[in-house]
Nanobody, 124 residues
Framework: QVQLVESGGGLVQAGGSLRLSCAASGRSTRGTAMGWFRQAPEKEREFVAAISWNSGITRYVESVKGRFTISRDVATNTVYLQMNSLKPEDTAVYYC?????????????????WGQGTQVTVSS
């Protein structure tokens, strides 16, 4: 079992920045991939970014490339999502997820563990 706890959401103006954190506990995060998803009201959960824990290989959805950066701190088992140049369309509940597999998947169905979510609201 992996427990995931997100933090760092909030309200920010368009063009601003936020950094989300996801602290993992329980079984080792080695050999996993960890990702960030988001879900806006009445929309499906959407892949945002993911990182393979061992290699550090990353993947992003096209709409956030160049603005968001996913990273990990091996010492503290924490994954971060640095979000810059935020836009109103980035408004959503952001979820951290872990996949018990080193591969990166974009479908939520491949992820085994989820955090409770943190709200990000970007005002225009």
């Amino acid at each position: 079992q992996v427990q995931l706890v997100e933090s760092g959401g909030g309200l920010v103006q368009a063009g601003g920045s936020l950094r989300l954190s996801c602290a993992a506990s329980g079984r080792s995060t080695r050999g996993t991939a960890m990702g960030w998803f988001r879900q806006a009201p009445e929309k499906e959960r959407e892949f945002v970014a993911a990182i393979s824990w061992n290699s550090g290989i990353t993947r992003y959805v096209e709409s956030v490339k160049g603005r968001f950066t996913i990273s990990r701190d091996v010492a503290t088992n924490t994954v971060y999502l640095q979000m810059n140049s935020l836009k109103p369309e980035d408004t959503a509940v952001y979820y951290c997820a872990a996949n018990a597999d080193v591969l990166i998947y974009v479908s939520p169905s491949h992820y085994d563990y989820w955090g409770q979510g943190t709200q990000v609201t970007v005002s225009s």
